[in-house]
């Protein structure tokens, strides 16, 4: 199965886009980079970070994404030494291959499915195991706390160190009305929620319509819900990996040939 030709608008943050626009082109499809969200550190929270979080007091610390992974290690991890008697656990395999490659071993991930739930359910997130231990999370501003209170609700403390922020980038909205006009988009890769109003409130209400109508790549039924939420009308496919790999399979179930 191929793509041929198809144009896919990929939506993902600038930084993280090339992968995934490689393999839609190895597969004879023709990516649109069009980031709808940009990741930025948080310049105000460099003293308090460390200092407010003395890792040596947590039993678990979990990275809620790639993105956490990097400008934690990248801004304060990189020179400070993790107790070895405190758990690492990734939102899933490809936090977990980030860690990896910053030489954190023995790191805990619920795979592929790479979601809350699926790290809820793993056993050392269970209530006999987790009553009384303290868990640090480390994440981007105003996540959702559906982690957090479900590890409350097992006994657990929990706080958060937030280190990078999410913005709406500057973008050319030309390039989408372009690929419309001279053909079609075939298929829009949406990596998140907040990603996904972000396309919606830069397309104006004139051009919605062909919007709604375009076929979605998700990661999650909750961006699924929301897209039917927000008007689209359009198949969708969800990637069971969520991998840049994952998606390239999910974009091929909704469009290739």
Excluded at 22 to 46: K, M, R, V, W
Excluded at 60 to 71: D, Q
Excluded at 99 to 108: F, P, Q, S, T
Aim: charged share 25%; hydrophobic share 40%.
């Amino acid at each position: 199965m191929r793509l041929k030709k198809k144009k896919i608008l990929v939506t993902r943050p600038k930084h993280q886009a090339d992968n995934l626009c490689n393999l839609i082109s190895s597969n004879g499809g023709e990516a649109i980079a069009f980031p709808t969200i940009d990741i930025q550190p948080i310049h105000e929270s460099d003293k308090n970070f460390v200092k407010s979080n003395s890792f040596s007091g947590y039993d678990f610390i979990i990275f809620i994404s790639r993105n956490a992974v990097e400008f934690a290690f990248d801004r304060y991890l990189s020179l400070v030494r993790l107790p070895s008697h405190i758990k690492i656990f990734a939102i899933g395999a490809g936090t977990a291959k980030v860690l990896l490659d910053r030489n954190v071993k023995n790191v805990i991930h619920a795979g592929v499915q790479a979601d809350s739930n699926a790290l809820l359910d793993l056993s050392q997130m269970q209530e006999k195991r987790l009553k009384d231990k303290k868990v640090l999370i480390i994440r981007g501003v105003g996540g959702r706390e559906y982690l957090a209170e479900n590890l409350k609700s097992r006994g657990a403390s929990v706080d958060y160190a937030e280190v990078y922020k999410r913005c709406l980038p500057e973008n050319d909205i030309n390039d989408i009305y372009q690929a419309w006009q001279n053909t079609k988009l075939d298929a829009i890769v949406i990596t998140s929620n907040e990603g996904l109003n972000n396309l919606v409130s830069l397309i104006s209400e004139n051009n919605q319509l062909q919007l709604f109508n375009t076929p979605l790549v998700l990661m999650s039924t909750r961006s699924d819900r929301l897209a039917k939420e927000l008007g689209f009308v359009s198949n969708t496919s969800i990637a069971v990996n969520k991998s840049d790999e994952g998606l390239l399979l999910a974009i091929l179930d909704l469009v290739g040939e």
